[in-house]
């Protein structure tokens, strides 16, 4: 650790944190924006509907948690972290629907999934059930867990688009590039909040955790998969072999995409977990904040943001 008093603190996140109100236009993005593999482009897309619906869960969660938490730093962090989240809710929304729309993409239809998941199951009252009130607790606090189990990955995506997709380098279309790198690295820079927030409502339920991520590995790898063919289905530019999750060419274009280190390959999406298993697992080690923030400093959306500020 880069500081290792903080090793005995509720909030790990011992470097500042910011929170920026960058914007993006995709006025002129084109539908296949990663230009060697469309299926690619439909799968980070897709990502966005998840990636909204999901972080405006973690928000509504984490505000429910404020009156718990009686360690001030965790508190300003846990603040600063909804703060992030919901601009990031906010960015992916703006520009997806407007852009996607453009394109004849029922926009609705590819939020169902997720709105099912995180606004209906994961709700105060799940699927409608209103919970005994001993229980209300404990379900907040389970929520957290899942909320940590999912950031584990937001960092590690974090990781793999920075340092390993590069999408501008390989030519992909610079804003949505920016707007996904800008959001990963910040992924990173607040990776270890919710984890810490974990520990602190639940002691680090190891059992818990364990157990949340064992259940959170298939229905992922699920959604990414069935929300990318989703949005593929849509598109009457791409083979149509591509279009079902049935269909050899659908896998073997994910494969493709994959080998090019466009997107991550299906069995990432099972091992990236693996370390979240280990009994002293915590965010810090998973990836580097200089790392994000080498990127947040030459993030056009984020320089854009500063000017603003200034001036
Ligand atoms: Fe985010
Ligand atoms: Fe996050």
Known sequence: MENREALNQSSKTFWPMTVRRVSFDWEKTPLHWIPQSALASHAVNHFSFTLVRGEYFFCRIFNKTLPYIHDEKLKADVKTFIRQEAIHAQAHKESIELYLKRYGVDIEKQYEMSFKLFDRLLADQP???????????????????????????????????????????????????????????????????AFDLYQYLSQDNYAMRSGLMLIFVPIFTFI???????????????????????????????????????????????????????????????????MALDYIHRSPAVKAYEQRKAS
């Open 127 to 193: 699927l409608g059930i209103k919970l005994p009130k001993r229980f209300e607790r404990e379900w907040l606090n389970l929520r957290v867990g899942l909320v940590a189990t999912i950031e584990h990955y937001t960092c590690a995506l974090g990781k793999y688009v920075i340092e390993t997709a590069r999408w501008e380098e390989k030519g992909a279309n610079p804003e949505v590039s920016d707007l996904f790198t800008w959001h990963c690295a910040e992924e990173v820079e607040h990776r270890a909040v």
């Open 224 to 290: 990414m998969v069935k929300g990318t063919v989703n949005l593929a289905a849509t598109d009457q530019k791409i083979p149509k072999t591509q279009r079902s999750i049935l269909r050899r060419g659908f896998w073997k274009e994910w494969r493709n995409a994959s080998k090019q280190e466009l997107i991550p390959s299906i069995s990432w999406f099972v091992t990236t977990s693996r370390s979240f298993f280990a009994k002293d697992y915590h965010p810090f080690y998973e990836a580097s904040t200089q």
